[in-house]
């Protein structure tokens, strides 16, 4: 059986899968298995779990990638037996006990907080509950300022909402006590202040790289740049 971790990219909120494609067709040039499953966005518990459940599920090891969101899901789910390593894009790293709402709050706010659009969702047996998804006319400016218009105008259109609440659950372990991390800035993101990128990569003593005039979508925008740093930590690991 091959040692060669599989890598797991969880993608965050505003996003979906499929902003890993350019990740996804340079860790396959290189041989590297890779699953990218539909992160639900409804909760930082019950995505984690989910995340966890996937990774366990995984025949070997299993490297975790994080993006935004993600990195609080990946923080939790790393626990799981079989994860080597883990790996945050553009991503909040947290610490046990804490929220993304807590984590943030320690800095000046990104140019996001204020271009947030509600929507509600049905819950079965309560009153609907709210998501927040990114004003179509901030997306391109917040979200990914260096990727083409015409490809950011279908990102607007098929960004997935986060629920409103998972920004006040708090993480429930900090795998990367554990486990070695890596982390790459975005120095130009719009979405998360870079600051808090970089504090939590520094807290968790993560490998960091920056990436210099990358925005939020980091991962569509520079796929090499990424799918490098994912290779590291899968070399590191293997």
């Not at 960091?208 to 690991?237: C, F, N």
Request: hydrophobic content about 50%.
């Amino acid at each position: 059986m091959s040692t060669t971790p599989t890598v797991l990219l969880v993608h965050g909120a505003f996003a979906d899968a499929g902003s890993w494609s350019g990740v996804i067709a340079e860790l396959q040039n290189h041989g590297i298995p890779v699953v990218a499953p539909a992160n639900p966005l409804r909760g930082l518990a019950s995505d984690a779990a989910y995340i966890a459940s996937v990774a366990s599920q995984i025949e070997g090891p299993v490297v975790l990638v994080g993006h935004s969101y993600g990195g609080a899901l990946i923080t939790v789910a790393g626990t799981t037996e079989n994860v080597v390593g883990l790996v945050y894009v553009a991503a909040y790293v947290l610490e046990e006990g804490e929220s993304l709402g807590e984590l943030q709050g320690r800095f000046p706010l990104s140019p996001l907080v204020s271009n947030l659009k509600e929507w509600t969702y049905p819950v079965e047996g309560a009153e609907p509950a709210v998501e927040v998804s990114i004003k179509a006319e901030a997306f391109p400016e917040i979200f990914a300022a260096d990727v083409p218009a015409p490809v950011t105008k279908v990102l607007a259109a098929a960004q997935r909402p986060l629920a409103a609440s998972a920004f006040e659950e708090t993480a429930a372990a900090a795998a990367w006590r554990t486990k070695p991390s890596w982390a790459l800035v975005a120095t130009a993101d719009q979405a998360i202040n870079p600051e808090v990128e970089r504090f939590g990569a520094k807290r968790a003593g993560a490998t960091v790289v920056e990436v210099e005039g990358a925005s939020h979508a980091v991962a569509v925008s520079q796929p090499k740049a990424v799918a490098d740093l994912i290779r590291d930590a899968v070399r590191a690991t293997a």
